[in-house]
């Protein structure tokens, strides 16, 4: 285990600054509305006047603040523009002048809450819905993920935080819709996003300065930088989890979770049900005359909840029945059975709310990193193409 005193024997952050004025520029596809099957969609331009074209060619263009229609029938896209004509074609890429062009998309077929999207739209029909993609500059992805994911409320630490981790995700898993025609997908799978609609400052400096930066370990290879919305005081290890481990994803002592929202939960089972989901599992219960054997304290994390001879993963109870973690204890409370949890999560690598209280305690980013990942390093991404440590296309697609 290694201790909250960590902090004091911080360890070596290499940051490979890129040559001043140097800008690189990477456009990245992105799946949206991804796990819905959409069929139907408005498209209404912001402040800019966006073009439309299909594999034909330019079919119109949609003024600012004006709203196009499409629908796919069968193996074909309907469109309608704002003065009411209606067009055909198979492909369409909404495409605008500017960098700073936003759209507004709003599926119709299902009815769903529209979103703000910069940058440009392709759609295509795929096997039974549209295939919607915001082809759109790496960095500006960033910042989407980043307000996504963290929200309104944060310090601007903690904002460069999230990019760092989002970017290194993303780089990482540039793969992984290949196949499809786009490089990442807009839920969960993947990470979330939900193009850019908070608009807030913070956000966008803290992408701005971090502009590439990723995490890689000690032989420059990109982190697999897990994170979790709290670790209920303490982080696991990576091979606890997924059997393999990471060197740089080791347990730490996290006192920042602790009084966070995501700190504590609980769960109440009445003791008869508990006693016969233990049975079901395969546990020998017998006669249980003392009902305290069914008791466990909560304390450091662990991997079984004993009975007596017997044992049972937490992993398991966690799923069987959909806890927020598998850090708890178990106690009896007249007749029910309480799990008294802790944390939000998987617990490997970053707690979120943990990072984000630190921010708040005035730790700068570098110190945030290097307290959740052990013995990193963060870098420019045009290093480790140039080292040839990433081998992904980034650039084309098939
Ligand atoms: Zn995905």
Redesign the pocket.
């Known amino acids: 285990m290694i201790l909250s005193g960590k902090l004091k024997y911080c360890f070596l952050v290499l940051v490979l600054l890129v040559p001043a004025g140097t800008s690189f520029s990477l456009d990245i596809r992105i799946g949206v509305f991804h796990e819905h099957l959409v069929n139907a969609f408005l498209f209404t331009s912001g402040d800019w006047d966006y073009h439309i074209e299909t594999d034909q060619g330019l079919l119109g263009i949609c003024p600012a603040g004006d709203s196009w229609y499409v629908i796919r029938q069968k193996d074909s896209l309907f469109i309608r523009d704002h003065t009411g004509r209606w067009h055909h074609g198979n492909r369409l890429s909404f495409s605008a002048p500017d960098e700073y062009a936003y759209f507004r998309l709003k599926p119709a077929l299902p009815v769903l809450d529209s979103r703000e999207y910069l940058a440009d739209l392709q759609v295509e029909i795929s096997m039974n819905s549209l295939l919607m993609v915001n082809e759109i500059d790496m960095e500006k992805y960033i910042m989407g993920v980043s307000e996504t994911e963290a929200g309104n409320r944060c310090e601007l630490e903690y904002y460069k935080v999230q990019a760092i981790l989002s970017r290194t995700y993303a780089y990482r898993n540039l793969a992984?819709?290949k196949t499809e025609g786009f490089h990442?997908?807009d839920?969960v799978?993947?990470q979330a996003y939900k193009g850019r609609n908070i608009w807030n400052e913070d956000v966008e400096i803290g992408t701005e300065v971090t502009e590439g930066l990723v995490l890689a370990d000690g032989d420059s290879v990109l982190l697999s930088a897990a994170y979790h919305a709290n670790s209920g005081g303490e982080t696991r290890g990576a091979e606890e989890v997924w059997l393999t481990g990471k060197h740089y994803l080791r347990p730490v002592l996290d006192p920042f979770s602790l009084n966070q929202p995501g700190a504590k939960w609980k769960k109440s089972i009445p003791a008869g049900d508990w006693i016969r989901y233990l049975q079901a599992k395969g546990v020998f219960v017998g006669e249980l005359l003392d009902t305290s054997l069914l008791e466990m304290p909560v304390k450091h994390r662990q991997d079984y909840y004993l009975f007596g001879q017997d044992s049972l993963l937490l992993s398991v109870i966690r799923d069987d029945y959909q806890l927020r973690s598998d850090f708890f204890g178990v106690k009896l409370e007249g007749d029910q059975v309480v799990l008294d949890g802790r944390g939000y999560g998987h617990g490997v690598g970053l707690s979120q709310e943990g990072a984000m209280e630190m921010a708040r305690k005035g730790y700068r980013y570098t110190a945030i990193l290097n307290y959740y990942y052990h013995q990193i390093q963060l870098i420019h991404y045009m290093f480790l193409l140039e080292a040839g440590k990433l081998e992904v296309d980034i650039i084309y697609l098939p």
């Open positions: 992984r819709h990442l997908c839920a799978h993947c």
